[in-house]
Each structure stands twice: as C-alpha cells, then as structure tokens.
C-alpha cells in the first residue's frame, strides 16, 4: 500500500462552521505533513509532524489545528475560517526526516478542496 | 538563501515534440536534495525524482531524463516524445540538510499543455 488517502474530497463550510479534515497513510511514515495550495501556486507547507509530535508549525492562524493521533493518522480541525482560507489542503507523508539520515521523498494524497463561503 | 526558480510559467507542445523544463536553485548549505513532482488536473502531486547534491549522475528513466549541474546550480527536466497523459503542472523543490524538517522549497511550477 503506497497511497496517502484524504477525506473529504471536497468541503464546503461556512465561516462558523467546525469541520476536520482526515489524512491516513499505511506505508510506515514517521513524518506527516498539511500543505495548503491555492490556485497556480505551489503548495505552502503548514505543519510538519514527526513521530506524532508537532516539528514544524509555519506560522499558522489557530483557527487551523493539527492533531496526529497515531503514527498512521493526520486531522486538521478547521473553525471560524475566512473566504480566503478556500483552497487545496495536501497531506503528504515521508519515511523519515533528518539531517544524519537524509530527507525522503513526500508521497501525496489526492487534497481537499475546501470552500468557505 | 534559499529558492527555486522555474521561468517557464507555460509550455505548449505538440504530441511526441520533446520539452525541457527548467529549474534553478539557490541554496548556501552544500548538502541538499532536489526533486521534481508532476500535478495532474486531479490535484495530487506525484513524485518523480529525487537527487542529493552529492550524486550529478543524469538519470533518465523511460521518456523522462533528468539533468543535474551543480556548476549552474540547475536541474532540468526533459520528456522525450511527449504524450496529452504529460499535461500538467510540474513543480520543482530543493530540501536543505540543516533546515529543519526537511521543509520543501517549490518553484512556482510549470504548466505544461501537450496538445494532440
């Protein structure tokens, strides 16, 4: 099993809705990551998990948390989001990550299109 | 410090033309890790390849080939006989050794059109 699966595919959410995104991936990854990529951009990275601990946080507005509940799981919990928050969220996942063994590979899932009216 | 430039913001070609993609990379550390990712319409990014800074051999693997200088700091992207199944949007990214978590530098990407 080589995938990263992603639900839902498409959400769509008002500005005071709760909603959570879900990531899962089989393939043994200690390393976890949430990008959000709006239209001809490149993805922007926003959370980076590591062995389920939180490594890497860019900076984000608290109205997006990450929770990894165990080594194969990534959730995103959205509230109170804004129109401009409305973009592809990509969850990708690597073997392991580290200067002293190298930087692996990202394999992606297939995103949540998310819309907040 | 440190950046991806891809120049090309589109490219049109014709089925079975042959197309490079360019990429320029800036970066101080002198380990680091460079790779390509293809984004079709569906929105998922595939991994193609991945090349540290210490390994210049050119890879070609079926129609694609992978060309590495560390010289002109550039690792372009060529597909042989071109196929309408090679449209998309292709990324390129550099990874530092001392950054921490591995973080992705992307170029803006390139969106390539492969008309039949």
């Known amino acids: 099993d080589t995938e990263v699966t992603q639900t839902p595919k498409h959400l769509v959410m008002g500005m005071t809705n709760k909603k959570s995104l879900k990531c899962e991936q089989h393939m043994g990854h200690r390393a976890m990551y949430w990008y959000k990529q709006k239209a001809k951009k490149p993805p922007e990275l926003m959370f980076v998990y590591s062995y389920e601990k939180l490594s890497i946080n860019e900076s984000v507005p608290s109205r997006f948390s990450p929770e990894c509940p165990n080594s194969s799981l990534l959730n995103l919990h959205l509230h109170a989001l804004q129109p401009e928050d409305s973009a592809l969220y990509l969850c990708?996942?690597?073997?392991?990550?580290?200067?002293?063994?190298?930087?692996?590979?990202?394999?992606f899932g297939p995103g949540t299109r998310l819309t907040v009216l | 410090a440190q950046k991806v430039t891809q120049a090309q913001t589109e490219i049109s070609v014709v089925e079975k033309e042959d197309v490079t993609l360019d990429c320029v990379y800036e970066?101080?550390?002198?380990?680091?890790?460079l790779f390509w990712y293809k984004q079709p319409p569906s929105g998922e990014l595939v991994f193609l390849i991945r090349r540290n800074s210490f390994d210049e051999q050119n890879e070609i693997s079926g129609r694609y080939s992978w060309n590495f200088q560390k010289s002109t700091s550039s690792f372009n992207f060529t597909i042989t006989a071109s196929q309408v199944v090679d449209s998309a949007v292709y990324f390129c990214a550099l990874s530092e050794a001392d950054n921490q978590g591995g973080k992705l530098i992307f170029g803006q990407g390139t969106e390539l059109s492969v008309k039949p």
């Open positions: 970066t101080r550390d002198t380990t680091y890790y």
């Open positions: 990708a996942s690597s073997r392991k990550m580290g200067a002293s063994v190298g930087y692996d590979e990202q394999f």
